[in-house]
């Protein structure tokens, strides 16, 4: 039995994550910019950022949406492979050139 959440939590659900990637990719933006970066070059790699934050937030909610993540009998369960996901791209992104 799952109960049903109201339109704020839902909404919340969904806004937070889009300002988080927004976030993301504009401080990646101001980063090259304080780096003395050409234009071209931050653009390309806001194209690229935007793409990959896209793919993962799509791939993401499929999968929430198909109801895989609620299966917590399956052993691992496939919430904690997200979060371990979520964990490894965390440690990933600010160790590679991006995050230098």
């Known amino acids: 039995m799952f109960l049903k959440a109201s339109v704020v939590v839902t909404g919340g659900f969904i806004i937070l994550p889009l300002l988080v990637a927004t976030g993301f ?4 933006e ?3 910019r304080r780096l003395g970066e050409g234009v071209t070059v931050r653009r390309r790699r806001a194209v690229r950022l935007g793409a990959a934050v ?3 937030m799509l791939v993401t909610a ?3 949406a ?3 993540l609620r299966r917590f009998d399956a052993t691992p369960p496939p919430f904690a492979v997200l979060a371990l996901a979520v964990g490894v791209v ?3 992104v600010p160790c590679s050139p991006l995050g230098r």
């Open 54 to 56: 896209l793919a993962w």
């Open 66 to 68: 198909s109801g895989v």
């Open 62 to 64: 499929l999968i929430a």
């Open 25 to 28: 990719i504009l401080a990646c």
């Open 90 to 92: 965390g440690i990933a």
């Open 30 to 32: 101001w980063a090259g």
